[in-house]
């Protein structure tokens, strides 16, 4: 950040802080002895790649430790508060109040039984802060700040009824319902378009100056935590590895675990052209048009995807994406138009289609923790599509699941009884490939499937990816907001806009200008690691507030 902070009271203070994990019937330390100061008004940046500590040192900030997890040691003062000895019941006044929290996953976090703005207020009011219609008035404000569509309305609809950007934007309004002292953002952006990032990163900027708040911000997108840090501390295992400005840990890294952080994306596989002659696609969209009841979502949207390739389909939230796959799969029948497979026309509903179109068009989800239950073992969840589509069971489906666990790079007999919370992050991911892979597809569709993942876990699933393709022959339709995964992985690339393609091509033609200007302005909006980043950007688009943002 470029504004220069008072380092006045210092709000949290924390000191050789040890967390122990229960695992195999003990105790072990996941963190150990981490330091760390913040003072009011000041963002603390926790970076590292998955497994390092950063979600459960913000939790701990907090007083709280999650399920399987303990604070063995250390102290934590908050605002003069030790948190390692207050009681529970005021911990629990503490949080939501004084300290708030913004999840990775706001899928996962919101009650899907309860209107939006319901449980933004329930704080405000339990904490009798503001009364109910008081409570509304003001999350109707912070969701016009986050530039929410139809600030008045957009809350009165329940999760399910917003993109999944739009509902992390929610969360994050929720936080700030208290205006707390606190508030630990835990991956906020991870699932936002660069557009809707570049509004949200502002915004959080802005209300953070503006009531003074501190925060500590966890992320593995770094270009992201230099627009909103002060301080970056670098996070490995459960211990610090540096800690510096953020200015001079972008110029001047000490360690050479950061800067093999800070080392650009490598993997980057050659672009394949489509194939001449009378190739015919393995999927044809063309010229389709969807709605959700009578609101029009996609227009004559058209593109094709050949036998080993991967087409990338961008754009911000709310562009289509997601629809479209949705028609693909036959979750959402088209009003117009027709999807092909093979040259041959799908049924539009998948009600209506065979058991063997069904397999054939496979998809990997965006979150794998909602995506996989935690209840059911790793051998279930991927031998039952084994067991559906192949007909398997006893030895033959073991093998079967063995098999494909091997290809995804996990060992059998240490992943095949485990549940998906025993699992990291990346390895969710590998499982839900696995699952994808069970019904033995031509075609599937990756819907941001690296975009929760640590830069290093998600060039290993980019890489496990373009192995599988190749081996297998896959086709891909790759859903995402993330250009740098585009120019890895993509082949053509597919840009859209409020439900329409508003360019399209070989990869490399679309990374070269002349662009639509649309797609000049994603391009443009790809945070770079520069702290002035951000506020050079919004200067030069002219806006001189946050709620300008989206309207440039």
């Known amino acids: 950040m470029t504004t220069t902070k008072q380092k006045k009271d210092i ?60 604070i063995s040691g250390g102290s934590i003062e908050f605002d003069g508060m030790e948190l390692t000895t207050t009681p529970e019941s005021d911990l629990r006044a503490l949080r939501g109040s004084r300290i708030a929290y913004v999840a990775q996953s706001a899928a996962a976090s919101f009650n899907p039984a309860h209107k939006i703005i319901d449980q933004h207020t329930e704080a405000p009011i339990q904490y009798r802060i503001s009364k109910r219609l008081d409570a509304q008035e003001d ?58 990032q570049i509004e949200v990163l502002a915004a959080i900027r802005d209300i953070v100056d503006q009531f003074n708040t501190a925060a500590i911000y966890i992320t593995h997108d770094l270009a992201v935590v230099a627009q909103m840090a002060d301080t970056i501390k670098v996070l490995l295992k459960g211990n610090e590895v540096e800690e510096a400005s ?22 980057q596989r050659p672009q394949k052209l489509r194939p001449g002659g009378d190739a015919v696609p393995v999927v044809s969209v063309q010229n389709i048009d969807a709605a959700y009841g009578d609101t029009k979502v996609l227009e004559d949207v058209s593109f094709d995807i050949y036998e080993g390739m991967t087409v990338a389909v961008v754009g911000e939230s709310g562009s289509g994406k997601s629809t479209t ?68 069971h006893g030895a033959a489906l073991k093998n079967r699941v063995d098999e494909l666990l091997d290809l995804i790079e996990l060992e059998p007999s240490k992943y095949y009884n485990r549940y998906p919370p025993e699992l990291s992050g ?19 569709i990756c819907d941001e499937v690296t975009s929760a993942l640590d830069q290093l876990v998600a060039e290993g699933i980019l890489r496990l990816l373009d192995r599988l393709q190749k081996e297998l022959n896959l086709a891909y339709m790759f859903i995402t907001h993330d250009l740098a995964t585009v120019r890895s992985i993509a082949d053509e690339v597919v840009v859209m806009q409020r439900g329409k393609v508003v360019e399209q091509g070989p990869k490399e033609e679309m990374f070269q200008p002349p662009h639509h200007a649309y797609t000049d302005l994603l391009l443009s909006s790809v945070p770079e690691m520069d702290p002035n980043w951000l506020t050079t950007l919004l200067e030069e688009r002219g806006v001189d507030n946050v709620g300008e943002a989206a309207d440039v």
Not at 36 to 65: D, N, P, Q
Not at 337 to 366: C, H, V, W
Not at 426 to 444: D, N, S, V
Request: charged letters at 25%.
């Open 11 to 70: 709000l949290l203070n924390i000191k050789d802080l040890r967390i122990e994990g229960y695992s195999d019937e003990k105790w072990i330390e996941i963190v150990h002895g981490i330091d760390l100061t913040l003072h009011r008004g000041e963002v603390l940046g926790l970076i590292g790649e998955s497994g390092a500590g950063k979600s459960t040192i913000g939790l701990a900030a907090m007083g709280f430790a999650r399920d399987g997890c303990r």
């Open 139 to 196: 999350a109707m404000q912070l969701y016009e700040r986050l530039r929410l569509p139809n600030p008045t309305e957009i809350g009165f609809r329940y999760p399910h009824q917003v993109s999944g950007g739009q509902l992390q934007r929610a969360m994050t309004a929720m936080a700030m319902a208290c205006r707390p002292d606190l508030i630990i953002f835990d991956e906020p952006t991870t699932a936002l378009d660069v557009t809707t």
């Open 246 to 267: 953020t200015v001079e840990m972008l110029e001047n890294p000490k360690e050479d675990y950061t800067k093999s952080l800070w080392a650009v994306r490598s993997f």
């Open 325 to 392: 796959a949705r028609c693909i799969t036959g979750l959402l029948p088209p009003t117009k138009g027709q999807i092909l497979f093979k040259g041959e026309a799908l049924p539009p509903s998948y009600k209506n289609r065979t058991k063997d179109q069904l397999r054939q068009a496979q998809m990997i989800y965006q979150m794998a923790d909602t995506a996989l239950n935690p209840k059911v073992k790793i051998s279930e969840i991927i031998g039952r599509p084994a067991r559906f589509y192949s007909g398997l």
């Open 426 to 444: 990346g390895q969710k991911q590998r499982i839900g490939i696995a699952r994808a892979l069970a019904a033995e597809p031509t075609f599937i």
